[in-house]
C-alpha cells in the first residue's frame, strides 16, 4: 500500500508544531536507525529532539522547518539552519539539518516537494551553498541528495550518545543547480 500524497499539506511549522515534530524526529530516527544503538547512546541522542529544543528553534530565525501532514498528523519534515557542521564556510552557506520522511511516505513525491522547497528557501535566504550529512550506511538517502547535486566534501563523526557513526558532508553549489530537479 503505497501513501496518498494527495491528502498532505505541506506549510511552515510554527511553535505549536513544537510536539509533532518532536515526536516525529524520535520516530523516524528510531525507526531508520534505532537497531543500531544501545539503549543508553540512542537515549542521550533523543534529548536533541525534546518538545523544548523544538520550540526555541522555532523561534530563532536562523532556523525555518517545513513540515507535511497527512490527515492532520506530521509525516515529514525539512530544517533548514545556520551552519553548525565542522567545515569551511567560503561563501554564504546555510545547512539542511535534518529530513526526516515517516517509512509509509517514502518513495512518494514528498521528498522531491520538500527538496524544491529546501532549494528555494536556501536561496531566498542568500546562500550560495547547501550543506548537509548523512550517514555512510544510509544508501537511499544518499542517492537521493546525489540525484540532486550533492558531493561529497568530507567525513564527519557523527554522535549518537558515545557512538561515533561516520557521516558525509555534501555540499551544493546553489548557484550551480538548477532551479529544481526531477
Same mark, same amino acid.
Given at each position: 500500500m503505497t501513501a496518498d500524497t494527495t491528502r498532505c499539506r505541506f506549510r511552515t511549522a510554527g511553535g505549536e508544531d513544537a510536539p509533532a515534530l518532536a515526536a516525529l524526529g524520535r520516530k523516524t530516527f528510531i525507526e531508520t536507525f534505532g537497531h543500531l544503538y544501545r539503549?543508553?547512546?540512542l537515549a542521550a541522542f533523543l534529548v536533541? $529532539?525534546?518538545e523544548e529544543r523544538w520550540?526555541?528553534?522555532l523561534a530563532d530565525d536562523e532556523f525555518v522547518v517545513r513540515i507535511v501532514e497527512a490527515d492532520g498528523k506530521a509525516v515529514a519534515y525539512a530544517k533548514l539552519g545556520p551552519p553548525s557542521l565542522p567545515f569551511e564556510v567560503s561563501a554564504p552557506s546555510i545547512e539542511l539539518r535534518q529530513f526526516y520522511v515517516l517509512r509509509p511516505w517514502q518513495g512518494t513525491s514528498i521528498a522531491r516537494e520538500l527538496m524544491d522547497w =529546501?532549494?528555494?528557501e536556501a536561496r531566498q535566504r542568500g546562500a550560495e551553498q547547501l550543506y548537509l550529512s548523512v550517514f555512510v550506511?544510509? $544508501?537511499r538517502a544518499r542517492r537521493f541528495y546525489e540525484r540532486h547535486g550533492f558531493?561529497? =566534501?568530507?567525513?564527519y563523526a557523527f554522535m549518537v550518545g558515545n557512538h561515533a557513526d561516520e557521516d558525509h558532508i555534501m555540499r551544493l553549489d546553489l548557484n550551480e543547480a538548477p532551479e529544481e530537479r526531477r
Amino acid at each position: 500500500m503505497t501513501a496518498d500524497t494527495t491528502r498532505c499539506r505541506f506549510r511552515t511549522a510554527g511553535g505549536e508544531d513544537a510536539p509533532a515534530l518532536a515526536a516525529l524526529g524520535r520516530k523516524t530516527f528510531i525507526e531508520t536507525f534505532g537497531h543500531l544503538y544501545r539503549p543508553d547512546d540512542l537515549a542521550a541522542f533523543l534529548v536533541s $529532539h525534546e518538545e523544548e529544543r523544538w520550540r526555541e528553534q522555532l523561534a530563532d530565525d536562523e532556523f525555518v522547518v517545513r513540515i507535511v501532514e497527512a490527515d492532520g498528523k506530521a509525516v515529514a519534515y525539512a530544517k533548514l539552519g545556520p551552519p553548525s557542521l565542522p567545515f569551511e564556510v567560503s561563501a554564504p552557506s546555510i545547512e539542511l539539518r535534518q529530513f526526516y520522511v515517516l517509512r509509509p511516505w517514502q518513495g512518494t513525491s514528498i521528498a522531491r516537494e520538500l527538496m524544491d522547497w =529546501v532549494l528555494a528557501e536556501a536561496r531566498q535566504r542568500g546562500a550560495e551553498q547547501l550543506y548537509l550529512s548523512v550517514f555512510v550506511d544510509n $544508501h537511499r538517502a544518499r542517492r537521493f541528495y546525489e540525484r540532486h547535486g550533492f558531493t561529497f =566534501v568530507a567525513p564527519y563523526a557523527f554522535m549518537v550518545g558515545n557512538h561515533a557513526d561516520e557521516d558525509h558532508i555534501m555540499r551544493l553549489d546553489l548557484n550551480e543547480a538548477p532551479e529544481e530537479r526531477r
